[in-house]
């Protein structure tokens, strides 16, 4: 079964300030989706950044942007130049690629907050 | 713009009162979800639909029973709401081919007194 950590429950920083926000997977799978989701307060929430498996170049959304170590089963997220609208719940999660039903296994989020 | 439409925002039930959550969405999606997001939890997926009348378990179906009856309208049930049901419910839709792209409502608070 694939399982998704995000072992930072809340970060907090600094507006214009870099944060890296961590994701680690495990999976057999050699094909698969890797995502971020970004979920504002009180708002939808809405995909980020999307890295395919087989893909090495890591995905990049203007501020955004990922780190993807494929052999370590990790795929942190990157936000540049941090703004306050930034401040929102962050999950990773994982699909197989091969899943024809698109069930993604999801991480129990990341509470990020910019201070001005 | 893309649209995924909870019925409700904020609903408070009593303990075995029967629970609507409706969700509409206007992308002529074929794959509906019902997910329960709680603090530390993430996202468990309840139901979903690939279909209009199909309809699979996710992780915890139980308690929860779901109908989508047209394309665009997935609804979920608490046919007994329980105290433990207290939640929050999203809602979201993607098409077929669209690779884990997932488009949200922005989700209904329920509490059960």
């Known amino acids: 079964a694939q399982t998704v950590t995000q072992s930072q429950p809340e970060m907090s920083v600094q507006e214009a300030e870099t944060v890296t926000l961590s994701c680690t997977y495990d999976?057999?799978?050699?094909?698969?989706?890797l995502f971020w989701y970004k979920q504002p307060p009180s708002r939808q929430m809405i995909l980020v950044i999307r890295q395919e498996a087989y893909k090495q170049q890591n995905a990049t959304e203007n501020r955004f942007s990922v780190n993807f170590q494929k052999a370590a089963k990790s795929f942190s997220l990157k936000i540049s130049d941090s703004q306050l609208g930034d401040t929102a719940m962050y999950f990773c999660?994982?699909?197989?690629?091969?899943?024809?039903?698109?069930?993604?296994?999801w991480g129990a989020g990341t509470k990020l907050i910019i201070k001005p | 713009d893309v649209k995924v439409t909870q019925s409700s925002r904020y609903l408070v039930k009593r303990t075995g009162e029967k629970v609507f959550l409706e969700c509409v969405q206007d992308?002529?999606?074929?794959?509906m979800f019902w997910y329960r997001q709680d603090p530390g939890l993430g996202l468990r997926l309840i139901y979903f639909s690939y279909d209009v009348k199909m309809k699979e378990k996710g992780d915890i179906p139980e308690g929860y029973s779901v109908s989508r009856e047209k394309k665009e309208r997935f609804s979920l049930i608490l046919e007994s709401a329980s105290t433990n049901q207290t939640s929050m419910y999203l809602c979201a839709s993607s098409r077929t081919g669209g690779f884990g792209e997932l488009f949200f409502g922005e989700g209904s608070r329920l509490t059960v007194l």
């Open positions: 992308m002529d999606h074929e794959n």
């Open positions: 999660a994982f699909m197989k690629a091969m899943d024809s039903n698109y069930q993604l296994i």
């Open positions: 999976t057999s799978e050699n094909n698969y989706y």
